[in-house]
C-alpha cells in the first residue's frame, strides 16, 4: 500500500507561481509513478503531470506543458509540481495520486490518492 499526501495549495493572483508538494510513503517499486490530476468545479478530473519514483521519466499534459515541472526530492520521499504562469483556468482542486504500473495518463491507472489541495487564481 503507499500513501500519498499533498500540501502547498493556495491563493495567487494570475502569472503567478506555486508549488505543490506530494509526500508518498509505502510499497513503492521501480514501476511507481507519482502524478498529478485536477478538478474544477463541473469538470471532471483531468491529467496534469507524472513521475517515475525512481527515475527521470516525466509526462506532462499538453496544457499545462511549459509553465509545471515535476521534481522529486528523494531524500524526503516528495515529488514537487512546480507551476509557473497561472492562469484563472488553472483553479481546481489538485490531486497527487500513486500508480504502481507504470506511467498512467487516466485517473484509473492510479490505485492511491490524497485528499486535494485547493489552488485558486484571481484575475
Known amino acids: 500500500q503507499v500513501h500519498v499526501v499533498e500540501s502547498g495549495g493556495g491563493l495567487v493572483q494570475a502569472g503567478g507561481s506555486l508549488r505543490l508538494s506530494c509526500a508518498v510513503s509505502g510499497r513503492t517499486s521501480s514501476s511507481t509513478f507519482v502524478g498529478w490530476f485536477r478538478q474544477a468545479p463541473g469538470k471532471e478530473r483531468e491529467f496534469v503531470a507524472t513521475i517515475r519514483w525512481t527515475g527521470n521519466s516525466t509526462y506532462c499534459a499538453d496544457s499545462v506543458k511549459g509553465r509545471f515541472t515535476l521534481s522529486r526530492d528523494r531524500a524526503k520521499n516528495t515529488v514537487h509540481l512546480q507551476m509557473n504562469s497561472l492562469t484563472p483556468e488553472d483553479t481546481a482542486v489538485y490531486y497527487c495520486?500513486?500508480?504502481?504500473?507504470?506511467?498512467?495518463?487516466?485517473?484509473?491507472?492510479?490505485?492511491?490518492w490524497g485528499q486535494g489541495t485547493q489552488v485558486t487564481v484571481s484575475s
Open positions: 495520486a500513486a500508480s504502481l504500473y507504470g506511467a498512467a495518463l487516466s485517473r484509473t491507472g492510479y490505485q492511491y
